[in-house]
């Protein structure tokens, strides 16, 4: 069974600049995540999704930070203008039920 | 906001000893989980424990959810350098809060050295 898939690996972008990135859940997920994990830090979610409808967005900086799930499988998250503090590595978790998440590599990006 | 604290942040360890990594919260939660996270890869799922008192076995690692489902611990027996990784716990809240996504930890740098 293919895991999560994420691209890019990795991107440097300038601040104030925009960056987007995506995600392919495991086939037949519905739940779809997007956490931040600062260095050091645990994973902060972002953004959940139940097929392509938002669950839970209360933590997502939405002035600066937008996600979106169409058809309900895969995602894209973008960041737009881009801040040195949204430094960190993007990870895109899926799940059949709620309890298990299933993650992807991430995305680690540095912004300068 | 639920919070889940882990304890200790660091710990460096001789290859053969044992340890214990705690997971505490005022929180009641439906489930737990562990994952380990190795440098440049995502967290890997290692357990869930969903029952107060539960406890799991795998190989070398023994996880134990607290009675009142506010807490969990993680024991290795005897390890290795292969167990070096970031542990984190993740609760997921109950059902009738609404909130579904796990809430992580910040997470117990572990490194075991040869």
């Known amino acids: 069974e293919a895991g999560v898939a994420q691209s890019p690996r990795y991107k440097i972008i300038e601040k104030r600049q925009s960056v987007a990135f995506w995600c392919n859940p495991i086939s037949g997920h519905a739940t779809l995540y997007w956490y931040q994990q600062i260095l050091g830090q645990g994973p902060k979610l972002l953004i959940q999704?139940?097929?392509?409808?938002?669950?839970?967005d209360s933590q997502l900086p939405k002035d600066r930070f937008s996600a979106e799930r169409l058809k309900g499988v895969d995602s894209t998250l973008k960041i737009q203008p881009a801040k040195l503090e949204d430094s960190a590595v993007y990870l895109c978790a899926s799940s059949l039920e709620a309890d298990e998440a299933f993650f992807g590599q991430g995305t680690r990006l540095t912004v300068v | 906001t639920q919070l889940l604290e882990q304890s200790p942040q660091f710990l460096s360890i001789q290859e053969g000893e044992n340890l214990t990594v705690y997971c505490n919260s005022s929180s009641v939660f439906s489930s737990l989980q562990w994952y380990r996270q190795e440098p440049g890869e995502g967290p890997v799922l290692l357990v869930t424990v969903v029952t107060g008192g539960e406890v799991k076995k795998l190989k070398r690692l023994t996880f134990q959810f607290g009675d009142a489902r506010k807490d969990s611990s993680l024991h290795i027996t005897a390890a290795q350098p292969g167990d070096t990784g970031l542990y984190l716990c993740a609760g997921s809240s109950p059902r009738d809060t609404g909130r579904r996504a796990l809430t992580f930890g910040s997470g117990t740098r572990l490194q075991v050295q040869p």
């Open positions: 999704f139940q097929n392509n409808g938002v669950v839970d």
